[in-house]
């Protein structure tokens, strides 16, 4: 290997955005450009890592480059490399603002460097000349905010097409929906293999000044009933219930817009029966790796074949497919839906794939039970506490449910397929908690536990 693939297999493993990690690598490949020739250099380079088992992952890793060390730069070194003009200093890109200036100057002359091409949206102004700052809470991804104008999404994996992303933001500029941040522009990168479609590297849309996201208020609605032992949900000065309404309307919104702009049609007749198989398979898969989950599977193979056994006419289109409060921004006018990637473990194409709106009302809900519940990790045997946070987690999913009926005409709450949904949704969980927070577990347990027997 060169001694750049050298520095990056030992740099990448610690990166957040790093899905590989704990997995045994067989081998990396490396090719770059220089998007940037200026002072501090900037390289773009697409590494490929081959796995043990015989899968393989390409990431986009965009570097800058120094003659001497930056001592500002510490937190965002990946290493050094020798030459015969001396030593240079590599950096992640994405963490030195000196070098991100380029990204939107190229986006403005809508550029094509090497195998990179620039795609302005051309409908609004974009901030060329101004740096990047890294939002540095991100894992699959890296983003840049631009002042206050614009927001850049870096694409750390890459997989041929169109992300979801830029899609359906794409589509949904036709509507002038009031639920979303306006799209400013996108990033491609050719495919090495030829006729293969590009990969998506980056999407530049408006950046919302002065937001707040909806886990952050959701969890402080929280806290305000805790601090109040003597009052119900509904007394408490910071009731949430009147927000959760607003976004089941602006839920249904974009639900109601993704129809109108991109495919819409009824589900294939087997469509219940395939999606029921899929839910068992994923029980069964979790169930291997998270033991607990065995004394609820009986329930919740009874669910999934009572979804089997459906018939009602269900129509499949476009959503977002990883919907939770987290993607969602509360605006002095109203809610702003984020984040249209889908789940950035899934394959893009199966991201692609039209699904039910009940997926995301199903998201959305698993969110609440999350925001009343994530503070009872740490004092799980109060059964006050407890009693509490159910009384939240109702009263903001039913508001939720009925915000969404009062704007789409069609309750979802009233829908079988909604609680298998969410009982999948709380399966998935239950394996990310038991790999990466196991103190957590007892969130989606708890949930599965009435997933299960509700009838």
């Known amino acids: 290997m060169s001694a750049l693939t050298d520095l990056l297999t030992e740099w990448m493993p610690h990166q957040r955005w790093f899905s590989g990690k704990g997995r045994e690598w067989a081998g990396v490949t490396e090719d770059g450009f220089f998007l940037d020739e200026s002072t501090p250099a900037l390289s773009v380079h697409r590494v490929r890592v081959a796995y043990a088992d015989g899968a393989e992952e390409l990431y986009l890793v965009p570097l800058s480059w120094r003659d001497t060390p930056a001592e500002d730069l510490e937190h965002a070194f990946v290493g050094s490399i020798g030459g015969a003009g001396g030593e240079s200093y590599a950096y992640d890109a994405m963490r030195d603002r000196e070098a991100t200036v380029p990204w939107l100057t190229h986006l403005v002359a809508a550029s094509t460097v090497g ?256 925001a009343a519940k994530h503070m009872l990790v740490e004092q799980s045997d109060d059964p006050q506490r407890a009693y509490r946070a159910q009384e939240w987690a109702e009263r903001n999913r039913s508001a939720f449910c009925a915000g969404y009926a009062a704007a789409s005409g069609t309750d979802p709450a009233a829908s079988a397929l909604l609680r298998a949904f969410e009982a999948d949704k709380a399966v998935y969980e239950c394996v990310y908690e038991a790999r990466n927070r196991p103190h957590w577990l007892m969130i989606p347990l708890s949930s599965l536990a009435r997933l299960a027997t509700d009838g």
């Open 115 to 370: 195998p990179m091409h620039f795609h302005p949206a051309g409908v609004a102004y974009i901030p060329e000349g101004l740096p990047g700052d890294v939002i540095s809470t991100e894992q699959s991804n890296t983003s840049l905010v631009f002042g206050e104008t614009a927001i850049m999404k870096l694409f750390r994996r890459l997989e041929p097409g169109l992300n979801p992303d830029v899609e359906v933001h794409e589509a949904l500029r036709r509507t002038e929906n009031p639920h979303i941040a306006p799209l400013l522009g996108h990033v491609e990168i050719d495919d090495p293999v030829a006729g293969t479609e590009p990969a998506t590297v980056a999407f530049l849309q408006f950046f919302v000044p002065n937001a707040s996201d909806g886990w952050r208020l959701a969890t402080s609605s929280v806290r305000d009933l805790y601090a109040e032992a003597d009052l119900h949900a509904d007394e408490v000065g910071g009731d949430f219930a009147g927000e959760a309404e607003r976004l089941g309307e602006a839920t249904a919104s974009v639900h109601r817009d993704l129809a109108a702009v991109l495919p819409s049609a009824p589900a294939a007749p087997g469509w219940y029966a395939e999606l029921a198989a899929q839910l068992t398979a994923r029980l069964d898969a979790a169930t291997a790796i998270v033991p607990e989950l065995a004394e609820h599977a009986e329930g919740l193979r009874a669910l999934y074949a009572d979804v089997a056994a459906a018939t009602e006419p269900v129509t499949v289109q476009r959503v977002h497919g990883d919907l939770h409060l987290g993607q969602v921004l509360r605006t002095t006018t109203g809610w702003i839906v984020l984040d249209f990637e889908g789940e950035p473990a899934r394959s893009l194409a199966s991201r692609r794939e039209p699904d039910s709106p009940l997926r995301d009302v199903a998201g959305m809900l698993r969110s609440f039970d999350y």
